[in-house]
């Protein structure tokens, strides 16, 4: 009988022992983390969806900020690409749980370009369109306050007459608009290079070929000439100061010829123009 007590008092032991740990399994899940984000650009919108949560802490995978706002906005400035962003979210009891999710944002290339030249600064940059004609490649770079732009070509390309347009309200119902579709508000015509007749003109309404004459000096206009890289590989660099556009959107269409038309970039006159972002 003794016997049977004991086994009795064992088993209520076991159980109180087991409700114990039941209780404890509750407490450690009583907060959760989620979030949930919109993305405009390389800007992100966090939303907190966490519950039981009093303090909160993001890391936004860049490996450059930590915030602990409860729903951040936050501009990835440095790095891009697929990055993982972790929201621990935390309760006065020192309880803490965390999620972590992909988001994709765009990769923002930080380059120092000088006009001097020397092209090893615009190795950082991507190449955004190739072409078939003299001239191979093309880069930009327009973070900060200018438009830079790279050529790249043959020993044939030597840029000595060009024709450059370009569209800055993203409106191409206005403007010239003869070639591409373009909708373009200014021209760069001549030798892209300071002290020749080169020169900008805005256009002078209608939709066909009506330029008034703005000039050269004193816009800030930059230029390397053309210049041999080696036998094979001629290059300039161009720089343009967005305040000569005035007030830039998003994007700048832009369209080039040569030589009077002796070659078109793009090469397709019916098509789209070439788009540069713009990087703030």
């Not at 990055?83 to 992909?102: D, F, I, R």
């Not at 191979?136 to 060009?162: A, C, L, Q, S, W």
């Amino acid at each position: 009988m003794k016997k049977f007590k004991f086994l009795y008092c064992l088993l209520a032991v076991s159980l109180l022992a087991g409700c114990d740990s039941d209780d404890s399994s509750s407490s450690e899940s009583s907060i959760t983390a989620d979030f949930s984000f919109t993305s405009d650009g390389s800007t992100f919108t966090f939303t907190n969806l966490s519950e039981g949560a009093t303090s909160y802490r993001w890391d936004f995978g860049d490996l450059y900020f930590y915030s602990y706002e409860e729903n951040p906005v936050y501009t990835y400035a440095i790095k891009g690409g697929e990055l993982t962003v972790t929201l621990t979210a935390m309760n006065e009891a020192g309880e803490e749980a965390n999620v972590s999710k992909q988001i994709s944002a765009p990769v923002i290339i930080v380059a120092n370009i000088d006009i001097d030249g020397e092209f090893e600064d615009w190795e950082e940059v991507p190449v955004y369109y190739e072409f078939t004609g003299s001239v191979k490649k093309m880069k930009y770079y327009t973070k900060g306050p200018n438009i830079d732009i790279y050529f790249e070509g043959g020993p044939d390309m030597t840029m000595e007459i060009v024709d450059m347009v370009f569209n800055v309200d993203e409106d191409n119902t206005t403007g010239y608009n003869e070639a591409w579709n373009i909708g373009a508000e200014y021209l760069f015509e001549g030798p892209p290079i300071l002290g020749s007749w080169g020169s900008f003109y805005s256009h002078a309404g209608g939709n066909a070929w009506a330029w008034d004459w703005i000039g050269l000096d004193g816009h800030g206009f930059q230029s390397s000439g053309t210049i041999a890289v080696d036998g094979e590989t001629n290059a300039i660099e161009l720089r343009f100061p967005k305040s000569f556009f005035g007030t830039v959107g998003d994007s700048i269409d832009f369209g080039m010829w040569l030589d009077w038309g002796a070659e078109y970039y793009p090469s397709d006159t019916a098509g789209p123009p070439i788009n540069i972002e713009i990087q703030r």
